[in-house]
């Protein structure tokens, strides 16, 4: 698979402060990657590196093959976290201003915004200045001026904030469109739901480094312990767990007398859920079995944690 | 059209659009016309005012001295106590009374003369009555030695020394003073556009910070590209300004000398200039309108041409060496309060300019003050451009130290543009801290 963006071993220093230590990523084409770490990890610092805002002490980046260069900046689009636009300006005239920034011509990138300002409804925003529209109004002006000239990737940093969330689904529709029509989309945040409904790919950073990557499903199926959750009506929820106490390890447990439901949380040696179903089956009537798969707020803090007790 | 043609075209834009800017441009020409207008009006006001004034004449002299004018009327009291008199004087509101007693001679008259008036009397009225007396002595005095006035003044006619360069120029008294005044107004100006305009830049910068824009630009475009435009940007901006003040404030003058029949010269001598100004312009009268051709001549003299290349010259890089600075200073800070520390170093030198222009350039252009701040990078705009009124080469600054002094100039630009980008790029993308010169230092060192 060819990846869209590498980096290679990058390493930043500011003063005596490492903020990024040997990090490597592989970025996939036509993908939604996400980048995650608790704040101050170093997320920004390697956006920053592949905006080419600041440049690495050390270590490489490759963007679609060739070493990274200040002509891939036309075909980089990024929202930035600490994001505004100029107060006192028009909207229109800031977003053309922005668009030809990044080398689109005046008569193009007005074509491009007459169509996104009412793909999004905010056509007659144009003359307004942008002290006169709300944080979410300008933020989707925001969002425009990022994708506007189609690059190949993208980089959102936390670009959920400040929308409220209906407008915050109707960024998420769009950002799942753009990856739709092929650009590679790079989505940093400390947030894990919206990781869970959009990346495919992600890496974790913490303290500078890297200690998590690779896809979103495999790391999920890594990191599951075979942790069933079993629901069972019967009457003689006793004499069951007594027999199970023996065979399998149950973490938890509760009864309902009324409904005469019994909840259960099994840890099993393996995937092999075949013995247990059987011995369940023949006592009980089963209403419930589904494997616990952690998610990736589960993950991200399991990680952490295991992390910090290494260093320990 | 490239980046950087863009970032300037949009912060002109956005400078001359900015409503206290327009309002700044076009209100400065008649606020600085309507001032001068004023101080002249009021000053031709002061003197028409007819002032009446009560005459106690006890003496046998001074029969003709007191006469009625445009300016003065005088009343003659007769037959009446100093203190009647001077109860009149008031009860009737007269300006003031001088008061002559009765004395064996007219020098006795004259030393036990006084004026009374209610308030301390203007200068104007004293020195008028001063006059009188005077004249009056004098007439008296040249009487005892037997001289005729005819004689009197012959022997009073004033007398100049010739003067001449080395070179065999004619020189006259006074074209100093007014060399000074073309090169403090060049230095002047310089030193105003940098602290105003160097301001706005800074200004600009914070405002890019604050509204949080600057990274989304910063990913487009180069910072270095971002702060030249901004500091060439602000500057159109501000040409502009000018512009429109000197051509719109000289129109402005024109029609209200016409409208309110206010003699221009009158300005001159009406303290309508800054205090520093007028003792160089306190040229003798009578010598300007003699000497009227060779100072047209003199001032011909001074090289223009060559003095508004210069101007150029050190106008643009001394006012980009000082904006990126401004430039730099907005990038460290987070808002306009935390600029105060950084601020004073800056404008310290270009105050140190004009003060060394004022008190020693004009006195010796080529001494060893005026030279060392005029080598001097930091000063070197203003005080150079102050000296070379007095030519170019013998008799003015020598070429060494013209050509020295651009090439330390250009090297101290090139150094402190690096300084200032580095600080720049660092700086704006660093929120919620305000810097110590320990820090900025430090980020020099980021690559």
Sequence with gaps: ?312 | MSKLTLIIKREYIAKVRNKSFVVMTFLSPFLMVGMVLLIAYLTQLNDNEKKVIGVLNESGYFANEFVTSDATSYINFKDISLAAAKDSTVSLGFYGLIYLPNESNLEQVAQRAFFYSKDAPSATVLDKLENSITSRLRQERLRELGLSPKEYAEMDRSYNLNIETFDGLQNIKGINEIKAIIGGAFGYLIMMFIIIYGGFVMRSVIEEKTSRIIEVIISSVKPFHLMMGKIIGTSLAGITQFAIWIVSGAILLFIGLAIFDIDPASLTKGGGMAPGMASGANVDVDALTQNIQLYAQEIFEIPIIAMLVFFIIYFVLGYLIYSSIYAAIGAAVDNETDTQQFIFPVILPLMLAIYVGFFSVFSNPNGPIAVAFSLFPLTSPIVMLMRLPWGIGEGGVPMWQLITSILILIGTFIGIVWVAAKIYRVGILMYGKKPSYKELYKWLKYS
């Design chain 1, 1 to 312: 698979m060819s990846h869209i963006l590498v980096a290679n071993e990058v390493t930043k220093q500011f003063g005596s402060h490492t903020a990024l230590k040997n990090v490597s990523l592989e970025i996939p084409k036509n993908s939604i990657y996400g980048l995650l770490g608790p704040n101050g990890a170093g997320k920004t610092t390697l956006i920053r590196i592949i905006n080419q805002i600041t440049y690495p002490d050390q270590g490489s980046v490759y963007f679609d093959g060739e070493l990274l260069k200040p002509e891939h900046i036309s075909q980089i689009g990024y929202l930035p976290e600490e994001r505004g636009l100029y107060k006192s300006m028009k909207v229109g005239e800031q977003a053309l201003y922005l668009a030809q920034l990044k080398g689109l011509s005046k008569a193009e990138a007005k074509k491009r915004l007459k169509y996104w300002f009412e793909r999004l409804e905010i056509g007659d925003w144009w003359n307004k200045k942008i002290q006169e529209l709300s944080k979410g109004m300008a933020q989707k002006i925001q969002f425009v001026v990022t994708v506007l000239h189609e690059p190949k990737l993208l980089i959102f940093d936390e670009p959920f904030s400040g929308f409220d969330p209906i407008n915050a689904n109707i960024i998420k529709e769009q950002i799942l469109s753009l990856k739709e029509n092929g650009t590679s989309i790079i989505f940093s945040t400390h947030r894990m739901e919206s990781v869970e409904e959009l990346c495919e790919y992600i890496a974790l950073i913490h303290k500078s480094e890297k200690i998590l990557d690779g896809k979103l499903s495999d790391i999920k199926k890594a990191y599951k312990n075979n942790i069933f959750k079993i629901g069972l009506e019967t009457d003689n929820q006793q004499s069951i767990l007594n027999e199970m106490e023996g065979k399998f390890l149950i973490l938890s447990q509760e009864y309902d007398s009324k409904e005469k439901q019994l909840n259960l949380s099994v840890q099993l040696p393996s995937n092999e859920s075949g013995e247990i179903l059987s011995f369940l089956g023949s006592r009980a009537n089963v209403n419930g079995f589904i494997e616990t798969i952690p998610s990736a707020n589960d993950i991200f803090i399991q990680t952490i944690q295991n992390k910090n007790i290494d260093n320990e």
